[in-house]
């Protein structure tokens, strides 16, 4: 370890005794701020470096190289694959087109497919959110009690022409019912190289720290995907991260982060796999009456059309699909 990185492990363990504020802590963020600081993201596990845990602490983010092996990204392919040949079917699970050809003829190939929800009933691709190595570093964020509440396998198309396969800035947490924030956490990797061509994750560092905002669609000519709601009024001149990534590189980021996705230009399917993990502590909360009511209202439409469950909750949407990976279950 360096001796900057003794210095600040010795600073972040003074402050996890005291509680204190320290000020002029060095980050990696380029810049040496005076700001004071609390470490309110990051729970000490021995595991993050002085400086990974101050990255996240103010970027919201963390990138960590080369954390899922390319034999289990192989296999989590090939279970995608199975799926979109329609060879299993797997309760619950969402099967996504893209808004673009939505309309088009079927075909069963993963052509036809842009995303994969709620696979917690697939073993193979759930396997991805039980990863130990996955894990140790969610525990970080959500402490030792850990749920998977929502799992997604992204396959972004070639852009037909519409700009459809972008995803609009938004905020995570704008789906989810429960709290505390700070106990939630993305875990996303790329199944193959990612970067600005094929359409890479886009995030505004340091938005973590700030308020839930106001979600809508977005007025974009081409048309927008279902649900994709993006941030009404973001500040175009926040400076923004492509996060170009290679097979297996994962990045752990705060749902409050505001992050979206650029087109993909290019002819294959941009593949990621990604679980939102939260402390099982979390709590329900009621979003009647709040800017998550329109999100509400969307879900319960679709539950009622597509699954026919008349009395659901958006709370209940989200109690039956999560599962615990770690620790025990007792709020969530
Ligand atoms: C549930 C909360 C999500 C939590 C997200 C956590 C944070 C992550 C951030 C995100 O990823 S935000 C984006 C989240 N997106 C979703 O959750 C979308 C989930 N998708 C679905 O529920 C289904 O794919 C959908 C209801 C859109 C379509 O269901 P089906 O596959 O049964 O489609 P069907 O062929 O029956 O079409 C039903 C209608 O939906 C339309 N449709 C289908 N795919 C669409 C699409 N991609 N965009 C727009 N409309 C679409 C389709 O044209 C048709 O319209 P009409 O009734 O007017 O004919
Ligand atoms: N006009 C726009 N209004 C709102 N959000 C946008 C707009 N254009 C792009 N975005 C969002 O910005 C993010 C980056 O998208 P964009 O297509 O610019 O990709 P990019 O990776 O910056 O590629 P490029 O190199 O072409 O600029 C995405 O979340 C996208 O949805
Ligand atoms: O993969 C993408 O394009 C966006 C995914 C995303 O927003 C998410 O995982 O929360
Ligand atoms: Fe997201
Ligand atoms: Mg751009």
Redesign the pocket.
């Known amino acids: 370890m360096s001796r900057a990185a003794e210095r600040l492990r010795l600073m972040i363990n003074h402050l996890d005794r005291s509680s204190a504020t320290i000020s002029a802590v060095p980050t990696y963020a380029q810049t040496f701020t005076s700001r004071p600081q609390t470490l309110r993201f990051t729970h000490d596990t021995d595991l993050l470096t002085p400086e990974q845990r101050l990255f996240y602490e103010e970027n919201g983010f963390l990138l960590i190289k080369n954390l899922v092996s390319e034999e289990d990204i192989d296999k989590f392919r090939m279970a995608f694959e199975r799926i979109c040949r329609q060879e299993v079917k797997v309760p619950g699970l969402v099967v996504m087109r893209d808004v673009a050809i939505v309309k088009s003829e079927f075909v069963a190939d993963e052509k036809a497919v842009s995303k994969l929800q709620d696979f917690q009933e697939d073993p193979e691709l759930f396997r991805y959110c039980n990863l130990p190595q996955i894990l140790n570093y969610v525990e970080c964020f959500t402490g030792p009690n850990i749920m998977a509440m929502h799992t997604m396998l992204i396959n972004k198309p070639p852009d037909a022409g519409k700009?459809t396969s972008?995803?609009?800035?938004h905020q995570d947490l704008h789906y989810f019912p429960f709290r505390p924030a700070d106990s939630i956490v993305c875990a996303w990797t790329a199944m193959e190289k990612v970067d600005?061509q094929n359409?890479?994750l886009?995030v505004l560092p340091g938005t973590h720290t700030g308020t839930l905002q106001e979600h809508d669609y977005?007025e974009w000519e081409g048309g927008v995907n279902k649900m994709y709601h993006?941030v009404r009024d973001y500040d175009p001149k926040h400076p923004r991260v492509?996060l170009e990534m290679e097979k297996g590189d994962t990045v752990f980021f705060h749902p409050l982060l505001i992050h979206?996705?650029?087109?993909n230009?290019t002819q294959g399917f941009r593949k990621a796999i990604s679980c939102h993990y939260a402390s099982a502590e979390c709590y329900y909360i009621d979003v009647k009456g709040t800017l998550q009511e329109n999100i509400e209202n969307e879900v319960k439409d679709i539950a009622i059309r597509k699954y026919g469950l008349g009395e659901i909750t958006f709370k209940d949407t989200w109690a039956l699909r999560g599962r615990l990976v770690q620790g025990e279950r007792t709020s969530l």
């Open positions: 700009k972008r995803h609009p800035m600005r359409g890479c886009v977005p993006g492509h979206g996705s650029g087109m230009k």
